[in-house]
């Protein structure tokens, strides 16, 4: 069985989102390990998440797309409070932000096909 094309352009945009947090998850964990390690455990869930799909059809790959995209809200989330809190460098938390928006619209576009 093989994953459908939006299913591999997002995982692959989200193997591109953890190429982006090294320096990021450092900075931030800096100031605050719990909120660093919340970061890194959303954006391995969207990555994970997506992969697993892969091996399910109907509702259960679904449900994968779903647990992806909240995992992807959660990533912005966290990247949007450790700009907020001065933890990053806006420039390196932005891109991270816009690879994990990317992600998330990807995963809804699955989620909504018309």
Known sequence: MSQPIPTFQALNLS???????PGVLKAVARH??????QLRRAAQSVVLNLAESGGHDGGNRRLRYQSAFGSAQ??????????CLGYVDAADADRAFRLADR???ACWRMLHKR
């Open 15 to 21: 193997y591109d989102l953890i190429a982006a947090l």
């Open 32 to 37: 605050d390990r719990p909120l660093a390690d």
């Open 74 to 83: 959660e990533t912005k989330a966290a990247l949007h409070i450790a700009r």
């Open 103 to 105: 992600v998330a619209g």
